[in-house]
């Protein structure tokens, strides 16, 4: 089976900051990475598929790079919805396996 | 617009069954791969299980695999999670998703709101 790992496991940030999430593969996933930002109390949504393509309706400020097994998550000049946590997820093969989760705070 | 709308969730002993569904809306539903996803309380996200468009393919996470049964009944635009044998750790926030395009392996793109399984005696 395919470990995720994220980190860090809580990124502390400001309104405006550019941060970056990190998750590695345990083997190669080739692009089958995906994103997900979940809201307290929400379901996730989509953020990025593919390593790098934006999912519907999600702003140009969240960008995905990575191929095999480090991919990363970036998030140029943070909103305040963007205080989540967030979820990278191999979907390459099964059992579809998500990374720890990444909780971003406000500093 | 797509919707996703579980059902089923409650209270129960352990040892005992519950069965989820999930009534779909807005796509053709027997095109697409369907699966469960699971969060325990305070916990990250966990894949329970996939199954196709025709339920050609279907995959278990270890953790259910021989306790749980995901079926689907593309005539009532439905999706079910039997789950017997429940134990503790069964005790999640269940999410009926679906997947992006009608190819297999896709990423999550539509999530329902969830249904709540507690397992508690």
């Known amino acids: 089976d395919i470990q995720m790992t994220q980190s860090p496991s809580t990124l502390s940030a400001s309104v405006g900051d550019r941060v970056t999430i990190t998750c590695r593969a345990s083997q190669t996933i080739h692009s089958g990475l995906a994103w997900y930002r979940q809201r307290p109390g929400k379901a996730p949504n989509l953020v990025i598929f593919k390593a790098s393509t934006l999912g519907s309706g999600v702003p140009s400020r969240f960008s995905g790079s990575g191929s095999g097994t480090e991919f990363t998550l970036t998030i140029s000049g943070l909103q305040p919805d963007d205080f989540a946590t967030y979820y990278c997820?191999?979907?390459?093969?099964?059992?579809?396996?998500f990374g720890q989760g990444t909780q971003l705070e406000i500093k | 617009d797509v919707q996703l709308v579980e059902s089923g969730g409650g209270l129960v002993k352990p040892g005992r069954s519950l069965r989820l569904s999930c009534a779909v809306s807005?796509?053709?539903?027997?095109?697409?791969?369907m699966n469960w996803v699971r969060q325990a309380p305070g916990k990250g996200l966990e894949w329970v299980s996939s199954?196709?468009?025709?339920?050609?393919?279907?995959y278990y996470a270890d953790s259910v695999r021989g306790r749980f049964t995901i079926t689907r009944d593309n005539a009532r635009n439905s999706l079910f999670l039997q789950m017997d044998n429940l134990r503790a750790e069964d005790t999640a926030i269940y999410y009926c998703v679906r997947e992006d395009t009608a190819v297999l392996k896709q990423a999550f793109a539509y999530w329902g709101q969830g249904t709540r399984v507690i397992v508690s005696s």
């Open positions: 199954i196709s468009g025709r339920s050609s393919y279907i």
């Open positions: 807005g796509f053709t539903f027997s095109t697409y791969t």
């Open positions: 997820q191999q979907y390459n093969v099964y059992p579809y396996s």
